[in-house]
């Protein structure tokens, strides 16, 4: 096996990004325009042979001592290789680690010999039934606000603004994520928008924005990146509607809804109550200064 490690400009996009979308798990987070975005174009990779395999990461400093980190809005990383075509995983990472790398990522698979690896949950959704079927598996509370949210005065519709989504996101975002990354947010939505596959849904009383909820679909999945609820969009229950119009305008096709999470109680009890199924995924953490 040969790997070689590229810097940003010595990657071929091209081949990179159809080594990717022909993967046997593709991932819009491994994409490299989004790993641009996401990294200010500072990302590199791992790449074996003519692009059969390849890995991205992500170096930064801290108190002068390099790391590999996961970029903002990254549910996952790892070692992405085509259909048919096996690699051994522990090669690319003991690569980094003798860069002299600590290691701190979130990959599919779990990897003990590499460091320590602690479990996190995923939630995902096929929506290749027909709506009727998709509904019979919502839970009795789901309905229950689903119903409560329609009777409520809400208007569903397309938001194609994209500093209307991101004012909206950052005034009503309680962790501080959307301000600290806005930017890169407002990149990756007019991005998006370029490329025809990101879209938002809003939820409006009398013409104002109560609730907002920002998709991207890519190969084959359809990943819940962001969302947001003002007062009045919590106490109708808006975002239910939004996610329940999105599941209906994509049902019967052969997409997965990717939650993008959630190890959070509350929001992983929404997924779940929507029919969603859990997946397990791991954050695996490695000190170049442990023995």
Request: glycine letters at 6%; proline letters at 3%.
């Amino acid at each position: 096996m040969t790997l070689h490690l590229l810097g940003r400009n010595e990657i071929d996009d091209e081949l990179w990004d159809y080594c990717i979308s022909r993967s046997t798990f593709p991932s819009l987070f491994a994409k490299s325009w989004y790993l641009d975005i996401f990294t200010d174009h500072q990302w590199q990779g791992i790449v074996e042979g003519d692009y059969l395999s390849v890995m991205p990461f992500y170096k930064k400093k801290k108190w002068l001592i390099p790391y590999i980190s996961q970029p903002f809005l990254c549910q996952r990383g790892g070692v992405f290789s085509k259909v048919g075509h096996f690699s051994e995983s522990s090669f690319f990472y003991d690569l980094l680690k003798k860069q002299g790398y600590s290691i701190n990522l979130l990959i599919r698979d779990k990897l003990p010999d590499q460091g320590k690896c602690f479990p996190k949950v995923n939630h995902i959704l096929s929506l290749n039934d027909e709506y009727e079927k998709l509904n019979e598996g919502f839970n009795r509370n789901t309905i229950r606000n689903i119903r409560f949210a329609s009777k409520s005065g809400l208007m569903i519709q397309e938001e194609k603004n994209p500093d209307i989504i991101l004012n909206f996101l950052e005034k009503n975002d309680r962790s501080g994520y959307v301000k600290t990354y806005s930017k890169m947010i407002l990149s990756l939505i007019t991005k998006s928008f370029e490329l025809e596959n990101g879209f938002a849904i809003k939820a409006a009383i009398s013409g104002n924005i109560v609730s907002l909820a920002y998709f991207i679909e890519d190969g084959g999945k359809l990943y819940f990146l962001l969302c947001a609820s003002d007062p009045k969009g919590k106490l109708t229950k808006a975002l239910y509607l939004i996610i329940n119009e999105v599941i209906e305008k994509f049902a019967g096709r052969n997409v997965i809804l990717d939650f993008a999470g959630s190890n959070m109680e509350s929001i992983a009890r929404r997924n779940l109550g929507f029919g969603a199924s859990s997946e397990i995924y791991y954050n695996i953490k490695w000190n170049i200064f442990q023995f």
